[in-house]
């Protein structure tokens, strides 16, 4: 059974696979820290704590550094100055790449002490989650309700109204930037509004589980802890009761997994990262006509999302995650390079 993707930092979901000798606990980034690196925040942090554990002798940075998630001229001459001590002046980029030898010798050297940062525990994450409930039980429904308030007009002619707000094109203006339900063929529209509809439902539904929201049956702390902000299994809806077995730990399919990044995140990326994985979780089983996949990332007018076709909107999990959040809060989430 291949890996679930997982939703990373960059709001893209990849299949992570950890090279042999990696194990859950260890020191892992996502993207590149140090000299011409992309230097994202959790990484720095990640990084500069990292070598402030690094024993004495074995390259610690003369002054201990600020864990700032700043990549400042201090973190990078600490980098180098590492990878002087282990490689010598060759080896020595002043940058760490995730799963190559910088941070494969930051590891070895440490002993797995070292660790993400900025983490909470795992009773403080449940505890932030539950009150997002609300907003993320709010923002699905605000879905839900403005698909069926263009059902009605979706095989309608546009026509004029002294009330703008109940004009067609109002009603479906929404519905068509993220879904453009009017570039399917006329027979086709009411039935793509009620497909997405289905599965808004089913997020609702989700909610309404016995046990509630967060109980072991749908939210579930990440036992693997990828270095990412959470993943489930496609399909996850339909799958009560089974499990796969990953890198030697079972994992419900029937669960969400929230992953220490999601800590890290805003508000609205909160929201955002959870409707998306019930995207995921909510459509078709792997392989099925209602399966919900990853087309394409960013808002509605970013390139690649206008590129999709329009039936491929319909079973693309960021449509579902912007569609949602656009509705409540009428726009886009806040987040840099989204």
Same mark, same amino acid.
């Given at each position: ?19 042999t ?17 992309? &230097?994202? &925040? ?7 704590? $990292? ?37 010598? %002046? ?18 070895e ?6 660790? *993400? ?5 795992d009773q ?11 907003? *993320? ?5 605000? #879905? ?5 308030? #263009? ?7 546009? *026509? ?20 453009r ?9 009411r ?21 509630? /929201?967060?109980?072991? #049956? ?5 036992p693997l ?25 079972? /994992?419900?399919?029937?669960s ?7 800590d890290l995140?805003?508000?609205? %990326? ?7 994985? /019930? ?5 078709? /089983? ?10 394409a ?18 079973? &693309?999990?960021?449509?579902?995650? &912007? ?10 989430? $806040?987040?840099?390079?989204f």
């Open positions: 059974m291949a890996e679930p993707p997982v939703l990373c930092v960059d709001g893209v979901c990849r299949q992570l696979q950890h090279p000798g990696f194990s859950p606990g260890t020191i892992e980034i996502v993207k590149s820290v140090g000299i011409k690196g992309v &230097n994202q &925040n959790p990484d720095v942090r990640t990084i500069q704590q $990292a070598l402030n554990d690094v024993p004495p002798g074995q390259g610690r940075p003369n002054v201990t550094l600020k864990v700032d998630g700043i990549c400042g001229p201090h973190t990078k001459d600490s980098i180098q100055s590492f990878q002087v001590k282990h490689f010598g %002046w060759k080896g020595a980029d002043g940058r760490v790449d995730p799963y190559y030898k910088t941070i494969a010798k930051l590891n050297v440490t002993s797995g002490g070292g660790r *993400t940062v900025g983490i909470g525990s403080n994450r449940i505890q932030r989650v539950t009150a997002m409930l609300n907003e *993320t039980l709010s923002t699905i429904r605000s #879905a839900r309700a403005n698909l069926l308030g #263009a059902l009605p007009v979706v095989d309608s002619p546009e *026509t004029s109204s002294p009330i703008s707000a109940f004009g067609r094109a109002e009603l479906m203006r929404k519905a068509n930037a993220h879904f339900i009017d570039d399917h063929p006329s027979p086709k529209r039935g793509t509004i009620e497909q997405a509809t289905r599965i808004y439902d089913r997020m609702l539904d989700v909610f309404a589980r016995p046990g509630g /929201l967060w109980g072991p #049956a749908i939210f579930e702390i990440d802890h990828q270095p990412s902000i959470a993943y489930t299994f496609g399909g996850g809806y339909f799958s009560g009761g089974r499990f796969e077995t990953i890198r030697g730990t079972q /994992l419900r399919r029937d969400i997994y929230l992953c220490d990044l999601l995140q805003g508000n609205d %990326w909160f929201v955002i990262s959870i409707v998306h994985e /019930l995207s995921h979780f909510c459509g078709g /089983l792997t392989g099925s006509a209602e399966h919900i996949r990853d087309h990332y960013g808002w509605y007018d970013a390139p690649k999302m206008k590129a999709l076709k329009a039936s491929q909107l319909l079973f &693309n999990a960021t449509s579902y995650s &912007n569609f949602a959040f656009d509705t409540k809060f009428s726009r886009r989430p $806040a987040r840099v390079n």
